[in-house]
């Protein structure tokens, strides 16, 4: 059982910030990170779709993502990097929980978007009618509703058996759209309005199953709110016909700037 490790890397980042004051303390600090087994798990938004830097695996892992730069600059004792693009809840439960070990400390996930559709939901959106899109949404917020807080329950709780000393932090989803905002083309007000609706409902249903687990989740909107497409100053890719792939997905400063800071709060 490794949880003292992990409650004394805590310690140590606040015993080091006071130190710091002094000049003294740092390699405290530094020690302590070393100890930490991370492992990363998760879908796209985890693994770093839109950042650019990708491992070259069909995973698309992204030195750029969130996972990436925590351990980049922390150090420690070993990172396992397990988010792969599309990745369903099933897929985490079938191919990346191995990383897991009675040894691991920290976790780090975000999945449920693509159980919902997320890929069909834009999809349909950007090439059907805004009745169509509507539609979608409302079959989506009904899968979230009725399948997806069980689906989330089986990988939480399969996550605390593989790791049960582990901190586990669940990452949620940003808002899509700044209304009101400078895109002048492309969806109606309405659609764009919906598709927001819509992730705070999965960021609501996923923030419930996660606290029901113990588990902290982190929530991205505040740190996207002014980084939303059509804001002049998006985090976030538009669809893009060339690299579709990427499409409603964060940038590298959405992966430094939104999901970082929202992952170190809550360690």
């Known amino acids: 059982m490794k949880m003292s490790r992990l409650v004394a890397f805590s310690s140590s980042l606040l015993l080091g910030a006071a130190l710091a004051l002094t000049g003294a303390g740092v390699a405290n600090a530094d020690s302590s990170a070393a100890a930490v087994d991370y492992v990363a798990l ?34 420690p004792s070993s990172f396992d990097f397990a988010a792969c693009s599309g990745a369903r809840t ?30 069909d939901v834009m999809t349909t959106c950007v090439l059907q009618s805004e009745a169509t899109c509507l539609n979608r949404i409302a079959t989506a917020r009904a899968y979230v509703d009725s399948t997806l807080p069980g689906r989330l329950d089986s990988v939480y709780s399969a996550i605390r058996s593989k790791a049960p000393s582990a901190q586990v932090v ?14 002048i083309a492309g969806l109606s007000e309405k659609e764009r309005s919906a598709i927001n609706g819509a992730s705070d409902h999965l960021n609501t249903a996923t923030a419930k199953r996660a ?51 929202v992952f170190k709060s809550a360690l």
Do not use: M
């Open 90 to 119: 099933n897929d985490v439960t079938g191919g990346q929980l191995g990383r897991l070990n009675a040894s691991t400390d920290l976790v780090s996930i975000s999945i449920g978007g693509n159980d919902a559709g997320f890929a």
């Open 211 to 261: 606290a029901d687990h113990g588990f902290t989740f982190g929530d991205v909107r505040a740190t996207f709110t002014g980084h939303e497409i059509c804001s002049g100053n998006s985090w976030l890719h538009s669809v893009n016909w060339l690299n579709i792939g990427e499409s409603y997905h964060p940038t590298a400063a959405g992966q430094s700037g939104g999901y970082l800071p």
């Open 170 to 183: 669940v990452l949620g989803y940003p808002r899509f759209y700044q209304l009101g905002g400078s895109c």
């Open 42 to 75: 998760g879908d796209s938004y985890s693994s770093g779709v839109g950042a650019g830097s990708y491992d070259g695996s069909s995973c698309k892992r992204s030195s750029r993502a969130y996972p990436a730069l925590w351990a980049a600059a922390n150090s």
